[in-house]
């Protein structure tokens, strides 16, 4: 199960998976449970308590929104480290970069929320938010793309299933991109769609993993 | 131990849980967490700090019973990985809908403890709170009754044991129900009783786990 | 290694230690980096910022012993797990009382950061400090009590390492009993007292984990 | 590949790594994630959102220079746990310091954002900032020379590796000095060049890891 490609003396430095997991993990647990805290809390004081939590609806909205799509990224990213084996320094930096996108998302979520109710500048909020679900979509797709072509990935898994997962984790880009024009006209129709894209295009489901969960698995995870 | 049901070709994907379990042990700790954030400090210029900190007491209350829910979820979700011997792709999502169902309750929670003291909105706050608690307790039951069904269970457990946990992770609901009803009417007696509710329904006290902690375990976690 | 005490029938649930590990971790990771929220930044508006930052000084004290007495616990608590063999229900619900209580400190740190500078509330916010502390100390000696007692502790610790640890793990108590009485007459003494509490009482020089280090390992976690 | 030196009776306590990654980690990954929260989102009433938003460089820059020298930190720090075998106390104190210094790191990133704006106030905020980062920076070697004079490194890494990366570490030093002087003068000089020095200065390019990622691996993590 182990045999991989371990050539000593390559001069490049493998590292072990499970930090880079744990971490990653940390992030997206923290990023998408923070979203709450964007909501605000209608004041006591206010006449209508009902009246007022309904009317915070926009706030309901992006955070379903946003919670989907951090959650949609988890499991791409969930998928990715069941395909990998090891990991190299720019494979890090790259996962970084997809975490400092992911970890911004609050900011243009809570922008979205204030700008649905005045509905005057939704349009800046709503490319601002798409544009950045946008990236996080391109980042992970990089990611992907990088671990295949450097040959990261656990030598057990199928070559069909490395062509598969490459084909299936394109098409959120389009969409988002559809989505971001859409958004300049008709912002409100754009944060639904959003909604439709993390709910649907979420995970393969075709493509097998290497079979590690009832069989070895890898020791250091 | 671990010639569990690995089919090769099997179309559906077989996840490690360890991944799950780190991430939902992350939402879960932010969540818990969080919840100090939502107790208001006392302006240090009150005349009278001690008076200031006692008259806040709802936001203890409110701040007591979201984290004992959120602990005996934690409980409940441990109880059923302990039980889980790999995750499909439906179960996962099942997993985001439970989390973000937890993760939204520091909302509801600072409704209550805003309310608790203008006696007017006690309703609104506490009927919220309920439905949120009642969420999380059917999300629960589904979690389990899924993976139950779709034999994710390690194949080391007695049948006697998941009839055994079946039971016993449906009596929290009734009980939701019956306060969601009470709160209508007596909002504070029923934040009492969600306590009590937390406090009581948390470990099943007699079914037993499959004896992984002291022999093999789980390769992958 | 593995041939631990896992009686057949048993009644009692045995918990695999992993995710208590991960969960306590979690919760105690954002107790102590949360507490930077409660630095109030100054306002770029003042006319000198240098000033303003130096007047700030009791937050840096609230955030420094805050954060010792979090490390400390954390410390504690990894002796602990070091030792632990398996866990029971009982004493995840002790660990749960115990992430409770340091859960909760933020608050009383914003309180003894906001009233040091108004010297008026100084002796309440610090005894609730004091007392906040105290119980967090107390449930870390239960705990390590209750597993000593259900020898919950693995089968390779030395009974002497037991007792020695036992011994050691009580000291932080008399101290900080003793830091409270100080408190309700000179606060920002008993708060200097917490810092040098926290940063002396933190791991037993002389007991010995089993090893476990560089020999086998729990296969679990 | 276990046979380390773990001389049975040996008085000083050895810990396995695992808790002390987890925890490390998980603070890291909140810091990193808090960062966003101290973007202060443009009031919706605001007439023009897209030049509110604009206005706004100085968070954002504060924000990727942040996420970037955490994002460094949580790199060199895994590198160092690769190479690490086992902690013992005086590690995980020298550790729980490090964190200290990077879950402060959001304070004076939110001073540089808020002072950006307003010129006056700038070199205060910028030389505190930068201060706070080459206290990291010192704390991270020391990490490492501590491990590497204690020989708590695996035993299958090589003299020139360990070499190599002391070597290595260093740079960060001199570069944080020279900014910090240069901030004096030119805050937001420093500012751009504390950015350019987390983006170079990230990973040892050369430095072989021991080989685990696809040989044994450490049976405890």
Redesign the interface.
């Known amino acids: 199960m182990?045999?991989?490609?371990?050539e000593?003396?390559?001069?490049t430095?493998?590292?072990?998976t499970?930090?880079?997991?744990?971490?990653s993990?940390?992030?997206?647990?923290?990023?998408?449970?923070?979203?709450?805290?964007e909501?605000a809390?209608?004041?006591?004081?206010?006449a209508?308590?009902?009246q007022a939590?309904i009317d915070a609806w926009p706030s309901y909205l992006a955070?379903?929104v946003s919670?989907a799509t951090i959650?949609a990224v988890?499991?791409w990213h969930?998928?990715i480290?069941?395909f990998l084996?090891?990991a190299d320094?720019v494979f890090?930096?790259l996962n970084?970069l997809l975490?400092?996108v992911v970890?911004?998302?609050?900011?243009p979520t809570?922008?979205v929320a204030?700008?649905l109710?005045?509905t005057?500048?939704e349009r800046?909020?709503v490319t601002?938010y798409g544009v950045n679900l946008l990236l996080a979509s391109v980042l992970l797709s990089l990611l992907w793309r990088y671990a295949a072509a450097k040959r990261l990935i656990h030598p057990d898994a199928s070559d069909e299933d490395v062509v598969l997962l490459s084909q299936r984790i394109t098409p959120g880009l389009g969409g988002y991109v559809v989505l971001i024009v859409i958004g300049l006209f008709a912002p409100t129709v754009a944060v639904f769609g959003y909604l439709a894209l993390a709910a649907f295009i979420?995970?393969?489901?075709?493509?097998?993993?290497p079979?590690?969960?009832?069989?070895?698995?890898?020791?250091?995870?």
């Open positions: 182990n045999e991989t490609t371990s000593p003396g390559t001069p430095i493998r590292f072990r499970n930090r880079m997991e744990a971490f993990d940390g992030v997206l647990a923290i990023a998408i449970t923070l979203l709450v805290l909501i809390v209608p004041t006591a004081a206010s209508n308590l009902l939590v955070y379903f919670f959650g988890w499991l969930t998928v480290t069941e084996d090891h320094s890090l930096r970084l975490l400092l970890a911004f998302l609050p900011f809570k922008l204030d700008s109710r005045s005057d500048n800046v909020a601002m979420t995970l393969p489901g075709r493509a097998r993993r079979s590690r969960a009832g069989g070895g698995g890898k020791p250091t995870s």
